[in-house]
C-alpha cells in the first residue's frame, strides 16, 4: 500500500501548486510556503517511519555480526554473500513458491467472484461485496487461528466428516492448510482492485464487440480481459508483496515444517542475534520488490496508476 | 502490524506468561480454598504470626502441614516485617522491567510497604532481546531490575549493560543455593541473583502413549516410530539443536562441527515425522491433537492444570538435558541503586520466595523455600526434579561466534 501511495504523491504536489493564481509574488510565495508546511507532517511521516528505518537496515546490513550478536559497523558484503550460500537456497525457494503460488491461487477465485458481482450480481452486488469484507472486521490472527479448530484432527471438519462417516483429514501442518490461509486472508485484497476495473468497464463496449460479431471468449479475450489487466496488476501487487513476507500463515497452520524468509529474518533478529544478515535479507526482499512494482507500472502505466489508487 | 502481534503472541508462550495465565485461574481456585482452610484452622498457631504485618494475609497458604517439618527449624516462613526491612534511607521510587506476570504482586505490594517505596513501576517485556534492544536504545539510566535469563545475563556483563551486586547490601544471597553461584554464564556470578529455575525435557498425554519414555533416544524412537504424526518440538533452536547433542552425548552447549553435524542428521531424522515445529503448542496438547511434544516444564505443568488434560507426564530425559535460570539483575546507571539492593535482598528472602513459586509455578533457588511453598508444587518432580536429576542437568550460555554455525544448523532442519 506505502508503495502504490507514495508513487501516487508527486502527481499530487504539484496539482495543488499549480492553482495559485499568478497576482502578486508574495501571494504565490506566501501559497507555496503554506504548501509546504501541510506537506510537513506527511514529510515527517515519511522520513521518521520509511526513510530511517531504511537507511538503518541498509548500514547494519554492511556491518558485521558481534560476538555476542548484534553488529559492528564494517563496510562489506559478506552478509550478502553469505545470503547467496547454497545453504539458503531452499529458503528462498519456498518463500518465492508460496509468494506465486498464493497469488495465483488468489487470482484464480478473484477473477470469477469479481465477475460475477460486477455483472451477475443485480441488487445482491452490495450484499456480496459486504460478505467479502465483513471477515477483515476481525484481527487477521484470529481469523487464521479459526482455521486451526476448523481443521485439526479433532476439528469441526473432521467432526462433520465423523458423523457422516468418512475417514478424518489431516489437512493442518500442511501446504493445504496454508494455502487455505492465504487464499483466506488475501483474497479480498485480489476481488476489489478487479471489481473496480469490471464495474468500471463501459458495457457499451461488450455490446459493441458482440454486434461485431465476436463471440464470448474472443469479447472476453480482447476487450474485457485487456481493460481490467491494470485491476489483475493491482492485485497481483497487494497479494505478491506481503506474501514475500508472509510467516504467520505458514506459521501457524503450515505448523511451521518449512522456512520462509519472513521467519528466517525474524529468526536473525531475535534468536541467532544476526543482525547483517537479517538486513541483508530485508534489503534483498526490497529490492525484488522494487523490480515487481516497476513491471507493475510498466503495465498500469502513470495515468492508469492514479485511477487505480483514487479507487482503492 | 500483524506480523508482531504473532511475534508477541508466540513470545507470550515463550515466555511462559501464557501457561502462567492459565495456572492464574487454578491458582485463584486455589487460593479461595487455603483462605478457607485457614479460617477453618483459626487456632493454628500459623496464622497469628502472619496478621500483624497485615501483609497479603490470604497468601499464607498451603505452607502448614510441611512448616511443621522440624528439619527446616532454623527457616521461617512468616513474611518480613517492618523490623526485617533495614532503617537507612533507599528512597521512594522503584522501575523494574519484567516478564508480563512474573513477580507476584502481593510481594511487591509488600516491599512497598515495609521499604516506603509507594512508587514502584513494572513495565513488561516479551522476550530477552526485546529487553536487550531497550536497554541499547536508551533505556539504560530508567530501570533498576531487569529479569534476563542466564545467557542473557552473560551479553549484558560482555556489553557492560550490567552492574555488579554490592554482596554486604543483599545478606539474603545466603540462602541461594551454592548450584546457582557461579554460573557458565557469568564467571565470579556477582552480576546477578538467582529469581527461579526449570527444565527442558518433553512430555506425552498418558491416554494416548502408554509407553514411558525417559530418554531422549525414546523421545527420538517414538516419534520417529509409532507416534509419528503426534509430537511437536519448540520453535527455538538452542533447546532442539540442545536435545539432539544430548541424545548423543554431548554438550547442550557444543559448537564443534562434527558434533552438530551428528547432531544435525538425527533432526533430519526426526523432522518428516514430526505434527509442527512451534512454540504454540499447549492449546494442542491439552485438545489431543498432539500428543507429545519437547518443551519447558513449566508448559506442562500448565497442561497438568488444564482440566481434561490432567494425564500428561513431563521428564527430564535421562541423557541430561539443560535447566536455564533466569535472574534478577540491575543494570548499569539505575537510577535507585539503594531500592535495587532492598529489593533483591527482600525478594530473596525464603519466605517471600515460597510466595514468588506459589505464583509463577517456578522453582526457587533456594531450597531453604521449600517448606514456605504449596505442597502440590514443591512435591512436583517437573517443577523440583531429584537430586539424580539435577546432577544431568547442564546450563545453557550465550555461544558467541558459534551462535552462527547453530544457526546454519537450524536453518538446514527448518528448511529441509
Known amino acids: 500500500m506505502t508503495v502504490v501511495e507514495s508513487a501516487a504523491r508527486p502527481t499530487a504536489g504539484p496539482a495543488a501548486a499549480g492553482t495559485g493564481k499568478p497576482t502578486a509574488a508574495a501571494r504565490a510565495q506566501r501559497r507555496s510556503r503554506l504548501v509546504a508546511l501541510l506537506a510537513l507532517p506527511a514529510a515527517a511521516w515519511y522520513l521518521v517511519m520509511l526513510v530511517i528505518p531504511l537507511v538503518t537496515t541498509v548500514i547494519i546490513s554492511a556491518g558485521e555480526r558481534g560476538d555476542q550478536g548484534g553488529f559492528v559497523p564494517q563496510f562489506t558484503f559478506s552478509a550478502y554473500a553469505a545470503l547467496f550460500d547454497p545453504l539458503y537456497e531452499p529458503v528462498l525457494r519456498t518463500t518465492f513458491v508460496l509468494a506465486v503460488g498464493g497469488t495465483l491461487g488468489c487470482f484464480l477465485a478473484a477473477y470469477p467472484l469479481a465477475y460475477l458481482l460486477a455483472t451477475r450480481a443485480g441488487k445482491r452486488r452490495t450484499l456480496g461485496l459486504i460478505l467479502v469484507v465483513i471477515p477483515f472486521w476481525t484481527s487477521f490472527l484470529i481469523r487464521t487461528y479459526a482455521w486451526v479448530t476448523i481443521l485439526s484432527p479433532t476439528g469441526l ?29 488475501y483474497l479480498p485484497l485480489m476481488v476489489f482492485p478487479i471489481y473496480v476495473a469490471l464495474e468500471r468497464l463501459d458495457p457499451a463496449l461488450v455490446e459493441a464487440s458482440k454486434d461485431l460479431g465476436a463471440s464470448r471468449w474472443a469479447t472476453f479475450r480482447q476487450v474485457t480481459w485487456p481493460l481490467t489487466l491494470p485491476g489483475v496488476a493491482t492485485g497481483v501487487l497487494l497479494v505478491f508483496v506481503p506474501l514475500t513476507g508472509e510467516w504467520v500463515i505458514p506459521s501457524i497452520l503450515g505448523g511451521g515444517k ?25 534489503v534483498l526482499l526490497i529490492a525484488v520488490m522494487l523490480v515487481v512494482v516497476t513491471i507493475y507500472l510498466r503495465i498500469v502505466g502513470r495515468e492508469g496508476l492514479q485511477r487505480e489508487v483514487s479507487l482503492l | 502490524m500483524t506480523g508482531q502481534e504473532f511475534d508477541r503472541l508466540v513470545e507470550q508462550v515463550r515466555s511462559r506468561q501464557i501457561s502462567r495465565r492459565q495456572l492464574l485461574a487454578i491458582a485463584g481456585f486455589g487460593g479461595a480454598a487455603a483462605v478457607l482452610a485457614a479460617c477453618t484452622n483459626a487456632a493454628s498457631s500459623l496464622v497469628p504470626s502472619a496478621a500483624p504485618t497485615a501483609a497479603p494475609t490470604a497468601a499464607p497458604s498451603a505452607a502448614p502441614s510441611v512448616a511443621a517439618s522440624p528439619s527446616q527449624a532454623a527457616i521461617s516462613c512468616d513474611l518480613p516485617t517492618v523490623a526485617d526491612a533495614s532503617a537507612g ?102 552480576h546477578y541473583a538467582t529469581k527461579d529455575w526449570g527444565t527442558t525435557g518433553f512430555g506425552w498425554r498418558s491416554k494416548f502413549i502408554s509407553e514411558k519414555p525417559a530418554s531422549w ?64 503448542y499447549i492449546a494442542k496438547i491439552e485438545s489431543g491433537d498432539l500428543w507429545m511434544g519437547l518443551g519447558w516444564n513449566g508448559d506442562f505443568s500448565a497442561i497438568k492444570a488444564n482440566k481434561g488434560s490432567e494425564d500428561a507426564v513431563y521428564v527430564v530425559p535421562s541423557e541430561g538435558s539443560e535447566f536455564w535460570v533466569d535472574t534478577w539483575v540491575i543494570p548499569k546507571n539505575a537510577p535507585h541503586l539503594d531500592a535495587a539492593l532492598a529489593f533483591i535482598n527482600f525478594i530473596l528472602t525464603p519466605s517471600v520466595q515460597g510466595k514468588e513459586t506459589d505464583y509463577t509455578y517456578y522453582a526457587s533457588g533456594e531450597s531453604g523455600a521449600t517448606p514456605c511453598i504449596d505442597t502440590s508444587i514443591s512435591g512436583d518432580p517437573s517443577i523440583y526434579p531429584s537430586p539424580d536429576t539435577i546432577a544431568k542437568l547442564e546450563a545453557a550460555k550465550d555461544l558467541g561466534a558459534g551462535t552462527t554455525l547453530r544457526d546454519q544448523i537450524w536453518t538446514q532442519f527448518k528448511s529441509a
Do not use: C
Not at chain 1, 162 to 185: H, S
Not at chain 2, 138 to 145: A, C, H, M, N, V
Not at chain 2, 231 to 249: C, H, M, Q, R, Y
Not at chain 2, 268 to 280: G, N, R, V, Y
Open chain 2, 217 to 280: 533416544a525414546d523421545f527420538w524412537t517414538l516419534t520417529t516410530g509409532k507416534y509419528s504424526g503426534k509430537v511437536n518440538v519448540l520453535d527455538s533452536s538452542p533447546e532442539v539443536i540442545g536435545a539432539a547433542l544430548k541424545k548423543n552425548g554431548f554438550s547442550y552447549n557444543s559448537v564443534d562441527p562434527t558434533e552438530l553435524q551428528t547432531a544435525l542428521n538425527d533432526l533430519l531424522a526426526l523432522k518428516p515425522h514430526l505434527a509442527s515445529i512451534s512454540s504454540d
Open chain 1, 258 to 282: 518449512s522456512y520462509y524468509l519472513g521467519t528466517f529474518m525474524a529468526n536473525q533478529v531475535t534468536d541467532s542475534r544476526n543482525w547483517p544478515l537479517g538486513s541483508a535479507a530485508a
Open chain 1, 157 to 185: 471438519l473432521n467432526g462433520g466428516l465423523g458423523a457422516i462417516g468418512i475417514q478424518p483429514l489431516d489437512l493442518l501442518n500442511g501446504p493445504v492448510a496454508v494455502y487455505i490461509g492465504i487464499l483466506y486472508n
Open chain 2, 89 to 190: 534511607s533507599i528512597g521512594d521510587t522503584l522501575a523494574i522491567y519484567n516478564w508480563a506476570q512474573y513477580l507476584n504482586p502481593d510481594d511487591k505490594a509488600l516491599f512497598g510497604k515495609l521499604y516506603n517505596v509507594p512508587n514502584i513501576t513494572e513495565d513488561t517485556y516479551p522476550s530477552n532481546e526485546d529487553m536487550l534492544a531497550k536497554l541499547q536504545a536508551g533505556g539504560i539510566g530508567q530501570y533498576d531490575i531487569v529479569v534476563p535469563t542466564g545467557y542473557m545475563v552473560e551479553i549484558m556483563v560482555q556489553q557492560g549493560l550490567a552492574e555488579a551486586i554490592d554482596v554486604s547490601k543483599v545478606p539474603n544471597l545466603q540462602y541461594v543455593d551454592a548450584r546457582f553461584n557461579n554460573l557458565p554464564f557469568d564467571s565470579g556470578g556477582v
